[in-house]
């Protein structure tokens, strides 16, 4: 029984196109996250969400909105894709002040 | 700017030897140091976590080795083997309320046979 899923696994669209990806924790977590993995294996959290509410929003350009319906659930929803986007993006979850269990990722490419 | 400095970017061990992997962080008011392991095609898992009132702490062929001091903390993997090549993380995490994980830039450790 997976902990965090996250759809699509692949993802391939055409710049400019909209898409989004949904992700689903069972592990009753208060937070969810979404993260950028870039081609270099870097990783940087781009949202934070509470209990439904927007934690953190690390300068993420506004194409990319993040929508929680209930706590357990965290999409990203994805506007006007660029090139620049290709990269996998995970979904994870924790509770206050413990480790973060990821999703398998979405590999997004952009062409 | 990198908070977490992580070193070296890529690692081969022969199988049966010691891996390490070193980081260095700016913020001292980090207060949760957790070491990531992911595996091509999957998300990171935790492999080992630490607070900075220990020194070290070991899980299996697994430690990590803190100084707090010199505001380092490191990653040895004992007797090395095959199913251990993976990217490694190291992070660090602010205290209290909600969590917000600065990653170090990732170690590739290939162990060969």
């Known amino acids: 029984d997976t902990a965090v899923s996250q759809t699509p696994k692949y993802l391939v669209t055409q710049m400019g196109n909209d898409k989004s990806i949904k992700c689903e924790q069972n592990?009753?977590?208060?937070?969810m996250y979404w993260y950028k993995q870039d081609s270099k294996k870097f990783l940087k959290i781009m949202f934070s969400y509470n209990n439904k509410e927007l934690i953190i929003n690390e300068t993420v350009p506004n194409r990319f909105s993040p929508k929680s319906p209930d706590k357990a659930h965290l999409n990203l929803h994805i506007n006007s894709l660029e090139l620049g986007d290709s990269a996998v993006y995970f979904c994870?979850?924790?509770?206050?002040?413990?480790?973060?269990?990821f999703g398998q990722g979405t590999r997004l490419t952009v062409v | 700017q990198q908070q977490v400095k992580q070193s070296p970017q890529s690692l081969i061990v022969q199988k049966g030897g010691i891996s390490i992997i070193n980081c260095a962080y700016e913020n001292t008011a980090f207060d949760y140091f957790p070491w990531y392991q992911q595996f091509p095609g999957k998300g990171p898992a935790l492999l080992i976590a630490i607070r900075p009132d220990v020194s070290e702490k070991k899980e299996g062929r697994f430690t990590i080795s803190f100084n707090k001091s010199a505001k380092q903390f490191s990653l040895h993997i004992m007797d090395s083997q095959p199913g251990d090549s993976a990217t490694y993380f190291c992070a660090a995490n602010f205290p209290g309320g909600y969590q917000k994980v600065t990653f170090g830039t990732g170690t590739k450790l290939q162990v060969i046979p």
């Open positions: 592990l009753g977590h208060d937070t």
């Open positions: 994870a979850s924790s509770q206050m002040n413990t480790e973060a269990f």
